[in-house]
Structure formats: C-alpha cells, structure tokens
C-alpha cells in the first residue's frame, strides 16, 4: 500500500474515532502544547522550549478540565518526548488522550474496545482486519493481569521480576511479543511502583489500576484509574522528581497549575493515552512508523 494510500486511511481513522467519542457524547478539547511543567515521569524525557517544555501528553491540562466540571473529553495532537525514534517511535507524534468522569479503568477499557470494532465497521465494513500477515479481530478483546502475563511468558511473577530489576528486559523480550496475537489485549494491574498517576486497587495494594492495550505485540495505549488524592500525587511527584534528579536527567518545575487543581477536586475518573500513528500502523497494516506519518 502507499503511503498516499496510508494517508487517506488515516484520515478515516481519525474521523471515524471522532464519531465514536461523538456517540458517546465525549466534548473534543484542545490545550496547549508548550506548558510551563511537565508531569515528572521517571523514564519519559520532554523536550525543552522558550522557558517552557513541549507536552509529553496533554494529561495534567485535561485532568484540570475534569476538575472543573468537565465529565467526557477528548483531543487529538502532538505531543513530544526526547531523543525517540525507531521503527515504532518519534520525538513528534500524534496522540489521542481521552478522560471520563464516573468510569472506572475497566470501563474505560470496554469503551476503547467499542471504539475500534466501530472505527474498523466504519472504515471497513467489517470488524477483522489484517496486520503483517496476521488476522486481527476486533470484535473480541482479552484481559491479562501482569503478574499473569510475566509467569505465562517470563517463568517468574512479576513482584519477583520488580524486585530482582529484571522487569524491563523481560517485558520487551518475553511479555509483549506474545501480547494481542490475535484480538486487542488489556494488560492490566502494573505493580503500584510503575504507576505513578494511578490509584492502588481496592482488591489488592500491591497493584495500581493501570493497564496497556496491545496488538500483535505492540503498545497502543497507556490508561489509568486517576489518581484524585492531592497529597498523595504530591508525594510521588516528588519522589519522582528525586530519582530524576538521581539520574541526571532534566529538572521539572513543579506542576503548581495541576496540583491546586487537584487540591480543589476531581471526581473519580478513567483516563487513556493512545499512540495515534501506530495505530494507524494497524489499521494501515504498515509496518514502520514512518509510512503513516509525513517527514
């Protein structure tokens, strides 16, 4: 297929996804791009701008807009992390964040599963697509937790792989190959270090409420059941900012405008971040970043 082919699809996409949040009565928002802190995430670097950074996300922006009343919203937009590239990377990408009052993660999951058998009925007419020689149904999705995932791909569990500092390397070379073979898959409840937005699970505190949407392997989407505990955000935004500051890496004002936000109120909530081009990349079935994007 070519790229101009790739392109149109690509609209598509987007347009289609777009009427799936409309039908569910989602508002679409924009917000800025260059912010004046980013959230202080241990292993993702943003880029420096005028005084500013550029958004790694529109996430603590979006979150304030939930505090204030806000229940259902959507954007699409650039957002920019240092020093990425690769077959399934760029330091410039699109992303596709959505939030939902009153949902809880699981929810969240249900709806981005609707989302894209609608996208692919939408565009295709059907619900099974192709991707690198494989047939991908949209129509079902699975759920595994980690800890399942790491003892089903990686012979250990995962609170084993956090402790010993195996988690990384097994992930990438064990536990996502194997993820959303044939449908979507959520893997879901990350350990509770590894989530620093999320709450805990009222089933189990060694988990937080996050999960990762997968297909054939690759990393769509990043979701969280919100954190909405002030002082605690506070508290791992700072440790976060300390192991930062241990390894050297940029130093981030904090995130006053979010915080007081935060302080003020926001309702229990769901939120996902999702990598637009490589979704693209499946529904194009392209099998690097660059057929989908223009350069």
Partial sequence: MSNLENFKLRSDLQKALRNAFYSAKFLEVATAVK?????????????PCQGGFLRTSPELAMKRMLCAGMERIFQFGPAFR??????KHR??????????????????????????????????GKTQISYQGRVIDLWRHNFITVDEAFCKYAGKSVFEADADGSFDELMVL????????DCPEFLIDYPANRASLSRLSKNDPRVAERWELY???MELGNAFGELTDAAEQRKRFAEALQFRAEQGM??????????????????????CAI?????????????????????
Wanted: aromatic residues 14%; proline residues 6%; hydrophobic residues 40%.
């Fill in 35 to 47: 912010i004046p802190a980013p959230a202080p995430e241990e292993y993702i670097e943003s880029v």
């Fill in 250 to 271: 940029l130093a981030y004002p904090e995130a006053t405008d979010f915080l007081e936000a935060l302080e003020r109120g926001m309702p229990e909530s769901s939120g």
């Fill in 174 to 181: 064990k536990v996502e190959p194997e993820l959303g073979r």
């Fill in 91 to 124: 330091e410039e990408f699109t992303i596709l964040e959505y939030y939902a009052a009153g949902w809880d993660y699981r929810q969240l999951a249900q709806f981005t599963s609707r989302m894209l058998v609608s996208a692919a009925l939408e565009m295709f």
């Fill in 275 to 295: 990598g637009f081009d490589r979704l693209c990349m499946i529904f194009c079935d392209a099998y690097d970043i660059a057929d989908v994007i223009f350069e």
């Fill in 215 to 217: 297909i054939r392997g």
């Fill in 82 to 87: 240092a020093e990425e590239s690769g077959r």
